[in-house]
Structure formats: structure tokens, C-alpha cells
């Protein structure tokens, strides 16, 4: 196998993804894979099917979900890891996730596609509610309403600041904050880790010109959520190049976190897949997987899990 053993992030179609957990699990088997996690935005409900397939694969897995949260004004991603998937706590937040995404998603569908439901276009799409990933949305707009690609660019394009800003507003409004996570997924007997620094340094701090100072600045936000519970940080992500990859690594953060990573694979998309990400494209070596084991096993046994 080339790349990376052990693969903590990616993305079913029970959120943005585009395979099922089933075909995901084959597509880590086809990797090499040792173990992987499937993190779908707000939501485990893949994990039981990803983790049947898993264990006919033979391929080592636990539960994982990328969580949405924000703190003073900030809104970022989280991934948790380990956690009880039925724990009320852990529940209680991810509604709150799903609450934002469907009032944005019946936002954007009202604005993109007039006289058309989200149901019309889960019902067209083939796939399980609730409505995440605007793939969809861009397939019935093309095969039912005849749209070309450019067209929908083009309206895309248009929206966009619009659109980001109700985002904002929506998750605002109904997203849990951070420390609400930290307690859940502790709860759950799980630990949770900042996702992809560098991206979320793009989106939160556009007015520093280099992808440094913003992955500095996200490393500083990492660390304030330290005693807030934060327990690790993703090292290696499909948007961390080396020179980042050794930045985080060197960071010194308030007291020390550990490392996850992964590819953040989404299966094959058509049209927008990222050229050269596949399960282990980015991830951890059994090595840098061994402290973060330990603090799993550690957080469940202080919840009473085995
Ligand atoms: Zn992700």
C-alpha cells in the first residue's frame, strides 16, 4: 500500500459524500487500509453499515463525526472520535447541526430551484435525507430543470455571498459551541480533535495574505480551545502540505495536543473530486497512531465504556 495506514476523515452519502459507507469501506480495502474512520458532517448514522463492512473487510474502525461549532463569533470543525453514538449529549448536539444545514439547504433550494422541495430532489438523487451536499441539487438542476454546467456555475457564482452569509447566520443561530462539544463528545466517552487548521485558517482569517500566517493564526485558535477540552489536532489533511504539515508539528500550543489525520475522502465525485485524494493519501502512521489509541482508551474507561 502507498501512503498512510491509518485514515480518521472521510465522507459517506449520509452527508456530502457520494458512495455509500458499504462502497467506502470497499474503497478502503482496495487502499490497503488498515483502519479508517468515517466522519460524516452531523451525523453517525453510516457508522453501523460502514462498520459491517469494515469488519468483512477486516479493516479496524470506531465511531466518527465532524461536528460544526463555533466559539466567540468563529465557526469551525471539529472531529470526534470514539464516541458513543447513541449518547443523548452527543445527539443533542448534531441536531443542532442538522437544524442549520436543513434551514440552509431549504434556503438555498428556494433561491436556486423555484417551485422545487428538498424532497423532490432527495426523491430524484436517490439518496437518504436529510439534504447536506449541494451536489445534489446541481444534479437535478441539470437533468430536471435542463440547466447546463455553465449555467449553474454561473448562479453559483452569483449566490455565493449570499449564500454564505445565511449560512453564517443559520449556524449561528442553532450551533452548539464549542465547549457544548468538548462536553458531549467527552461524555460519549470520545475525544475530539481541530480539523484541517490550514482550510479553516482560509475561511476564518482571509485578510492574511500567506497560507502561513492563516494556518498560524487557526494554530492560535487551536490553542485557545485547549482548556476548553480541545484533546488533538489534525496534522495531515489533503490540504496540508509538508512545510504545513511541520508547522503544526512544531507549534507550541499551551499544553501538548495529539495528532490525528486523514484524507478527508468524499469517494469519487464526479465533476469536483480532488485529484489525487484517496484513503490514505493523508493519514497517520501506526507509529503517530499509538498516544492517540492510548487517550481513547483512556476517555472511554473515565465514561465507564470498555
Ligand atoms: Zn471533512
Redesign the pocket.
Known sequence: MKGYPIDL???SWCSDGNCSPTKLAERAAEAGMELVVL?D?GTISGFEEFEAACRRLRIETMPGV?IRTQYRGLQF?V?GYGLDPAHAAVAKVLDAQQLAEAANMAWYVERSCPGVTVEDILHHAGVPGPLTAPCWIRKFQREVLGLTIADIERQSHEMKGERDAQKLAFCQQHLATFAQVAEAVHAAGGIISF??AHETGIHLFPEHPKSYQRLDRSLDLAGRLIPLGLDAIELRHNSHHDGLVDMIRRHHFPSPLLFTGGS?F?GDRPGEHKPGVCFGSSGLTAREFRPLRCALYRQRAAVGLR
Open positions: 476523515h472521510s465522507h466522519t458532517h465532524e470543525d472531529l480539523a484541517h478527508d468524499h
